[in-house]
């Protein structure tokens, strides 16, 4: 095109920064629902909901058939790919896939990263969340859905300086996370409600996401460190490869020897020792993964300060040296033979 | 790339048809959210949660400050663009902006025939839909979330032949909806939950958008045909043009003026003489039209089946026509200037 007007357009767009990186071409995009299944309701009555003001009544009968469960994936396929799998992105707990996407701050997330580097990737939104939709039916979830207050991951994510530091606008030393007002609240926008009570739910979605798209590398965030795991542990053909980053949780300890073929990452961020959470929830990850090696498995923990990378929160993917952690995670599957 | 690989990534990854289609090369592509605001809450008891099985619980105080009312936008915008202003692409209720992706039977959506075009294309999710998330807050929006039954959207979307064909599997004569059941089905599995009391929420969040992006196209479906007339409305110096797929209602009436400098283009599609509904709503909106008219607006009302387009559900952009259906709005939007 004609450089004036792609330079009119960016500055009328708003464009972030990114309008400074090359073009990449895509072979196909697109979007598609995995899992789920049927409920039926029956007993309550008719009603008539008007939709829009003005618009015309319809009747509405609550009694049928619901689908529940599902999960969706949007995927970008490079024209030029050489990542030799897809890349399955998968967020963590009260968050979806916007997880992946541009930072807060407006900076490419890890999804533009990873495409760049020409893996196709796969972002998805587990069950219960974002674009996957929600049930309105608790009997089907076993709980009622929680959100977070503003003041909850700033304080959780090791951002801030533990509690209290919301309000005091106290980010620790150093923090890589754009904890500015703006940017920070931008993140707070990420957060959708999150059942805590559907993680089966969602390991089934996962296992209908890895069948359908076949050996995939699958990265996991946070609470989907579970799904990583267990979904690996279920399908160990279908996961090449499983990067976590902080997981929040561990693998089935009586199936470690369905990972020995499944080389795995584990990268965890700064300010660990300090937390009143994360020393035990990074203890349980490295206990598992000796299993996991006991058991003849490959697993690689990262503590990425002692690679000289400093100041990472719990959401590394948006952090300001977010490119530099993904870089470790990119070197790690290359070497792997996973790239070339 | 080489194109063995291509084809062999395409077939392990079960890419549909998409595949055939030439490349498409982005300038840029990410998403943000805009609009929300702060709702605080008090008096409520401290809890722990376990957010992930075998983790560490977590102190959550529900007291104090969430975000809601927000929405979410993705954009992608063409290396070489020939759209003169991004165009914004605004889903129906009960939906999310999945409605414009890849077609519930694997076929490219209108997002993927606009961007293939050379529109920076925008596609959103609505306040309380999707990755705009949702309030645990009833009370904020003013009333309960429903969700639809399968058989629902089938009779009332103009796919079936009304009440009871869905348990018939009664398709109406000459239908382009996907109506087989995976497909249909899966169309299902895109329905999210939805407000009927959040209107405001909405409309302030798309003026939110407009005012981020600029002077841009806004294409709304269905429901968001009420935020598309009121959005224009509101900000007629940033709507280029408005295009309204089979809108579900109409503008503010004391305000027709506003839209005398915005082109807008009302698009039908088959069997609303014999529907027990759609009579009524296209009436309400040609009658609007006509009010615009009157106050020297310019509105091009086109019925499909007088183009000799027939067979179009209300979900059109998911018909097996839909690049037909596009290929209208396409026409006109260039006939405009706004494409060149």
Chains 1, 2 share one sequence.
Request: hydrophobic share 45%.
């Amino acid at each position: 095109m004609r450089p004036i007007l792609a330079a009119a357009l960016a500055a009328a767009l708003a464009v972030p920064a990114t309008a400074e990186q090359p073009p990449v071409s895509l072979q196909s995009w697109g979007s598609f629902h995995v899992g789920g299944r049927e409920v039926v309701i029956s007993g309550q009555p008719v009603r008539e909901v008007l939709f829009s003001p003005g618009g015309v009544p319809a009747r509405v009968d609550p009694n049928g058939t619901y689908l529940m469960g599902m999960m969706y994936a949007q995927y970008m396929i490079p024209a030029n790919p050489r990542g030799q799998a897809p890349l399955l992105m998968w967020h963590g707990g009260g968050l979806s896939g916007v997880t992946y996407e541009t930072t807060p701050d407006g900076r490419e997330g890890w999804q533009n990263f990873f495409l760049r580097q020409g893996w196709p990737t796969y972002v998805s939104d587990a069950v219960e969340r974002g674009r996957a939709g929600w049930t309105l039916i608790p009997e089907q979830t076993g709980g009622q859905a929680m959100v977070l207050t503003v003041d909850n991951p700033f304080e959780r994510f090791r951002i801030g300086a533990g509690p209290g530091s919301f309000a005091r606008n106290e980010v620790l030393p150093g923090n890589q996370f754009p904890a500015d007002r703006e940017s920070y609240l931008s993140f707070m926008r990420q957060i959708v409600p999150r059942f805590t009570t559907t993680d089966d739910l969602a390991l089934d979605a996962y296992l209908a996401l890895l069948d359908r798209v076949g050996p995939s590398v699958v990265l996991a965030h946070s609470q989907a460190g579970l799904f990583g795991w267990r979904a690996a542990q279920e399908r160990p053909d279908k996961v090449r490869a499983l990067v976590l980053v902080e997981p929040a949780a561990i693998g089935d300890p009586a199936k470690v020897a369905a990972l020995r073929n499944v080389p795995v990452l584990m990268v965890y961020g700064d300010y660990i020792a300090q937390d009143s959470r994360w020393p035990a929830i990074r203890g349980n990850g490295v206990r598992f993964a000796e299993a996991v090696r006991a058991a003849a498995g490959s697993v690689d923990v990262v503590d990425l300060p002692e690679r000289g990378i400093r100041g990472n929160s719990h959401m590394m993917m948006m952090d300001r040296n977010n490119q530099a952690v993904a870089q470790v995670i990119q070197d790690w599957l290359a070497q792997r033979g996973l790239w070339r």
